[in-house]
T-cell receptor
Framework: EPEVTQTPSHQVTQMGQEVILRCVPI?????FYWYRQILGQKVEFLVS????????KSEIFDDQFSVERPDGSNFTLKIRSTKLEDSAMYFC????????????FGPGTRLTVL | GENVEQHPSTLSVQEGDSAVIKCTYSDSASNYFPWYKQELGKRPQLIIDIRSNVGEKKDQRIAVTLNKTAKHFSLHITETQPEDSAVYFC???????????FGKGNQVVVIP
């Protein structure tokens, strides 16, 4: 069964550095998402992406964040200048269709900002 | 925006008993309610979902009920087994929207 994959599984970075988290969504899916989960807190929506553009973003997704689909398979989340509070588990998800449809999650990337 | 709350935060049940987890939501426009199961170190997996045009849905030992008037929905697991031990997340999504608003998660422990 196809799955969403994410790399790396764990990323450690220094405050102020840029990081890129990578995801490969399920191949016939058209909608892509990033969520994050700070330790002990809720899973929070960051952004959704469709047809090569952002379709929705949350208040968390400020100018420090960007997403890109650089080729036909990868979907990336970039954090330009990491802060301590960016430390979290970042989940990528994809869905075949848009509104109110099953979202399949990747295994997550644990980002630690020192 | 949508706010989802889950209760209880931890639930311990004897193997073979039933487990019930409740979630409440705030946005009456929400019409899609998935439940995810996350085992330790693994990805969240969708186990069941329900849309607002039905009140109950079953899949083998798992069922979800929805009360739109009260704005709450519940996950029911019958004949619990040790492999049901995991964190369970509920979520809600408003109509016309594809963002999921998650609850904080419930740790379910099935005692053999």
């Amino acid at each position: 069964e196809p799955e969403v994959t994410q790399t790396p599984s764990h990323q450690v970075t220094q405050m102020g550095q840029e990081v890129i988290l990578r995801c490969v969504p399920i191949s016939n899916h058209l909608y892509f998402y990033w969520y994050r989960q700070i330790l002990g807190q809720k899973v929070e929506f960051l952004v959704s992406f469709y047809n090569n553009e952002i379709s929705e973003k949350s208040e968390i997704f400020d100018d420090q964040f960007s997403v890109e689909r650089p080729d036909g398979s990868n979907f990336t989340l970039k954090i330009r200048s990491t802060k301590l509070e960016d430390s979290a588990m970042y989940f990528c998800a994809s869905s075949r269709d848009g509104t109110n449809n099953e979202q399949f999650f990747g295994p997550g990337t644990r980002l630690t900002v020192l | 925006g949508e706010n989802v709350e889950q209760h209880p935060s931890t639930l311990s049940v004897q193997e073979g008993d039933s487990a019930v987890i409740k979630c409440t939501y705030s946005d009456s426009a929400s019409n899609y309610f998935p439940w995810y199961k996350q085992e330790l170190g693994k990805r969240p997996q969708l186990i069941i979902d329900i849309r607002s045009n039905v009140g109950e849905k079953k899949d083998q030992r798992i069922a979800v009920t929805l009360n739109k008037t009260a704005k709450h929905f519940s996950l029911h697991i019958t004949e619990t087994q040790p492999e049901d031990s995991a964190v369970y997340f509920c979520a809600a999504s408003p109509y016309g929207n594809n963002r999921l608003a998650f609850g904080k998660g419930n740790q379910v422990v099935v005692i053999p």
